[in-house]
């Protein structure tokens, strides 16, 4: 009898790791170029790639790409991806957007960076504030330094040392969101590289959904700024509950602590994010990733209010560096592709369509799973799509980490890609860009059919 532990989403661990074996063959096969241009890594990077993370794919070596257009991938083997991770977010508008483009191309012939405003600024604060609702904005590289930056105001504009997460939380590698639960107990993330501090002193973490233990938390006052994403996405996808939202906005006003939502990931909701679609109300605003349509950039926003409070701050303290910003942060390249992008990609038409079709995709997973009697589930966030290895929906982060099936993910995955489909190495995740197509959708429902009823065969 097989036991529990040889269980995972219910397949048997003997079944995932024949598919994965067969699979990683096939995938060499069919990248012998490849195979010999990786070797045993790069030359030269550390860890064999020029940035770590590129080693967390499951596939027995990184994709070598020769080229990608819109929501296609071509690798120097010539085999062509349809490409559902799109960077992780990065390019989830499609990979070069010919208004970004256009705009990349006219900007490089003006200067990279000086460090001083250009014409596309005089537009672009308009842009960010009638999009996203707030009427002031900071521009900085990544969504990490924005989350950064916009937690260090929050504790100099309310004089509070702490901040409050949801367990499960992502936002970057800003440091004092990197604790989690076990056991109901706070404690710093496994695996956190080098971190000397105990970061649950000045960090406290609920469960997402979990109304009466964030009022609990937020009850002393001390806390400076709740850190949310509106839907949990770099965990197995957890939804809010309803009312949820208002019942956060409610206590941190009661308590008097800012609110922080970070859209990065949750702006495949509309041109306005989940913030504006959902009417949430937040004192700080920040969004990275797709942004630039692929150009690295990211914005922090925050209320009148809060910008009053901090401009009072600036002029009584003392002078000097802030510690928010860097040097090659608010460069003219960010601002052409970022108006380019408010301007002409994330359109309400884009959009629409963009939706349209992860209806398309979320209905087309969910028929596969049912018709293989898989224990699985599909969560969405608008362009955004998961496939989950267990039963949903889920309602925080302890139950996503559980959900989490990384040895039958990885499996799916290379059985994917060589059918022609990549979706995001990490949980499952699945984009649609305005360049993607309903032929490519149902490719992807196709070949997700196809692993699905081997792995119950």
């Known amino acids: 009898m097989t036991s529990k532990r040889d269980i995972q989403g219910g397949i048997d661990t003997a079944r995932i790791r024949k598919l994965r074996a067969a699979e990683a063959e096939r995938f060499r096969a069919a990248r012998p170029k490849s195979q010999v241009a990786f070797g045993r890594g790069i030359a030269g990077f550390f860890g064999g790639v020029p940035m770590h993370w590129m080693n967390d794919w499951p596939t027995p070596f990184p994709v070598i790409v020769e080229r990608a257009e819109g929501a296609t991938i071509l690798d120097i083997d010539g085999n062509r991806l349809d490409d559902f991770c799109l960077g992780d977010t990065g390019s989830m508008f ?27 600024t005089l537009v672009l604060g308009r842009l960010l504030a009638d999009r996203f609702g707030l009427p002031e904005w900071q521009i900085a590289t990544t969504a990490t330094d924005a989350n950064r ?143 630039a349509g692929g150009v690295p950039a990211s914005v922090w ?40 992008t408010l301007e002409e990609v994330m359109t309400q038409e884009n959009y629409a369509r963009m939706d349209t079709l992860a209806e398309r995709l979320a209905t087309g997973l969910s028929a596969a799973i049912d018709k293989n009697a898989l224990p699985w589930h599909v969560a969405r966030v608008g362009a955004r799509v998961e496939f989950i290895c267990a039963p949903g929906p889920l309602r925080n982060g302890a139950e996503a980490e559980k959900a989490h099936a990384p040895a039958l993910e990885a499996a799916v995955h290379v059985a994917l890609v060589n059918r022609g489909v990549l979706i995001a190495p990490f949980h499952n995740m699945m984009l649609i860009s305005p360049a993607t197509t309903a032929r490519q959708v149902d490719r992807l429902v196709s070949a997700f059919g196809a692993v699905a009823a081997q792995l119950v065969a």
């Open 149 to 291: 930056f916009a937690l260090r105001l929050a504790r100099a504009v309310t004089g509070r040392p702490k901040i409050l997460v949801f367990n499960g939380c992502y936002h970057g590698s800003v440091d004092e969101t990197m604790v989690r639960l076990v056991e109901g107990r706070p404690v710093n993330r496994p695996g956190l590289a080098g971190e000397f501090r105990d970061l649950t002193k000045n960090t406290r973490i609920v469960e997402f959904n979990d109304i009466p233990a964030l009022q609990r938390a937020l009850a002393g006052e001390d806390v400076a700024c709740v850190i949310t994403e509106p839907v949990l996405t770099n965990s197995c996808m957890v939804l809010p509950d309803p009312g949820f939202h208002k019942a956060l906005r409610e206590a941190t006003r009661k308590t008097g602590t800012l609110l922080l939502i970070d859209e990065t990931h949750t702006i495949s909701t509309g041109p306005g994010g989940y913030t504006r679609r959902y009417g949430l109300k937040p004192d700080l605003f920040v969004l990275g990733k797709p942004v």
């Open 301 to 340: 926003g925050m209320s009148a209010e809060v910008a009053r409070r901090f401009r009072a701050y600036e002029r009584a303290k003392e002078p000097g560096y802030s510690g928010m910003g860097t040097t090659l942060s608010a460069n003219p390249l960010q601002f052409a592709a970022m108006r380019a």
């Open 94 to 120: 499609g990979h070069s957007p010919p208004p970004v483009a256009r705009a990349i191309r006219r900007q490089a012939d003006r200067g990279l960076t000086y460090m001083l405003p250009d014409e596309d």
